[in-house]
């Protein structure tokens, strides 16, 4: 196995193992909101990772280690503000706190300042899950507000850089 973390766009072709990734994260972490993720289909991802790479202000981005994925990192323009982008950033257990997530968010901001036009990015996480906050923090996202995710507390970050 490669020893060295590669950043790859996700393609169809990466489907099945987007979803195998998306669904083992979900059993290891309650930070992991994906709506229907147990119904999605491996035509219906393939279809979706199209789309999104069709789009100009959305991105999916993965961690590779070897041939597994160890994370991905994700950027959805929101479609009650248009401007703005939505990141997500899921990190395989086994790998949390070695830096995964940091090279995943860093990705994700440079492809934000240099091939979007998205505005800002926005994100919303836990309150309890206080290793993500101090990432994003030292990533330069700025809480903006106190919110409620499915009756748990929760912050709204941004990151502005343009």
């Not at 934000?112 to 330069?140: C, Q, T, W």
């Amino acid at each position: 196995m490669a020893d060295t973390v590669k950043i790859k766009l996700a393609e169809p072709k990466d489907a099945s193992k987007v979803l195998s990734f998306l669904r083992q994260a979900a059993t290891e972490s309650d930070a992991v909101t994906i709506p229907h993720l147990e119904r999605v289909t491996v035509k219906e991802e393939q279809e979706n990772l199209q789309v999104i790479n069709d789009s100009d202000d959305c991105v999916i981005l993965l961690a590779i280690l070897g041939e597994q994925i160890i994370g991905i990192v994700t950027v959805m323009r929101l479609a009650e503000k248009p401007e703005m982008g939505e990141l997500g950033v899921i990190v395989a257990q086994k790998y949390w706190r070695q830096g995964i997530g940091q090279l995943l968010v860093d990705e994700a901001q440079y492809w934000y300042s240099n091939y979007s036009s998205l505005s800002g990015l926005v994100l919303d996480v836990f309150e309890d899950n206080l290793p993500a906050i101090n990432l994003y923090r030292k990533m330069n996202f700025v809480v903006q507000k106190h919110v409620q995710i499915a009756g748990r507390p929760a912050l709204l970050m941004t990151y502005y850089s343009k």
